[in-house]
């Protein structure tokens, strides 16, 4: 009897078992953020556009295959600084088939770049350039040069005197109010645009350049203005 009670004590309970607690869906993990790196370089500022000779960096690429800076190089490898202007605008336009008002663009851009002319200067006086994009075909923004009537409306009575005229690619015109030039030249933009450059040439001073370069853009866009009139909707 003794043994039997013994034995019944020392009989362990069974363990009870816990209900398990139903877990819900799973939810998904977050990325993994990385923490900024201290030693990361700092981001490069964007470079300023080069502009020289009145002529932004964009301009002078469209027009000669190779922006400011490029230039700047490869006349640097050619010795240009110790050239004279001629000498640097004829080898742009023999051995670089720059076209010859932007070859005389380039050369005064590099002289102005490496310190050998003052800015607007050029060996024959001070230059000022304009240019402008017209939404036109080239024949109908050249017969508002070549046309006096025309031109009559948007250059008003500006006193000019047409001394040669290459149908749809150039003029030549006199600024009679002095000994003063314009060369004008017509070039494609697309399918139905045509950009306009210009210079008028042997001003007396800086004074005068800033005068004239004022003058020229008002008439580019009293011009835009005849040319790209602005139709109104209908109120509805």
């Known amino acids: 009897m003794a043994t039997a009670r013994k034995s019944t004590k020392s009989a362990k309970k069974p363990k009870s078992k816990r209900p398990q607690k139903t877990r819900g869906p799973a939810r998904p993990k977050r990325p993994a953020t990385r923490k900024a790196v201290s030693a990361a370089k700092p981001r490069k500022k964007a470079v300023k556009a080069l502009r020289y000779a009145g002529v932004g960096s964009d301009a002078v690429l469209r027009a000669t295959g ?3 800076d490029e230039w700047l190089k490869v006349l640097d490898r050619a010795g240009a600084k110790s ?3 001629k000498e640097i605008a004829l080898m742009l336009s023999r051995k670089f088939a720059v076209p010859d008002w932007w070859s005389q663009m ?3 851009g590099y002289e102005q770049a490496r310190g050998l002319r003052k800015l607007y200067e050029k060996a ?4 000022a350039t304009a240019s402008k994009t017209f939404g036109a075909a080239m024949d109908r923004v050249y017969g508002a ?4 009537q025309q031109r009559a409306r948007w250059l008003l009575d500006a006193p000019i005197e047409v001394r040669r005229s290459t149908d749809g690619k150039s003029m ?3 600024w009679t109010a002095g000994s003063s030039d314009i060369e004008v030249g017509f070039y494609k933009s ?3 645009k045509t950009r306009v450059q210009l ?3 042997k001003l007396p001073d800086t004074a005068a350049v800033l005068k004239q370069k004022k003058f020229w853009k008002e008439a580019l866009d009293r011009l835009r203005a005849l040319l790209e009139p602005v139709t109104s909707t209908p109120a509805t």
């Not at 024959?124 to 230059?127: A, Q, V």
């Not at 040069?145 to 006096?148: E, L, Q, S, T």
Request: charged share 25%; aromatic share 12%; net charge neutral.
């Open 83 to 85: 050239m004279g202007h």
């Open 199 to 201: 210079e008028h040439r």
């Open 172 to 174: 030549r015109i006199t």
């Open 190 to 192: 697309g399918t139905s």
């Open 66 to 68: 190779k922006a400011w």
């Open 145 to 148: 040069w070549n046309d006096p």
């Open 124 to 127: 024959d006086g001070y230059s």
């Open 106 to 108: 380039v050369t005064v």
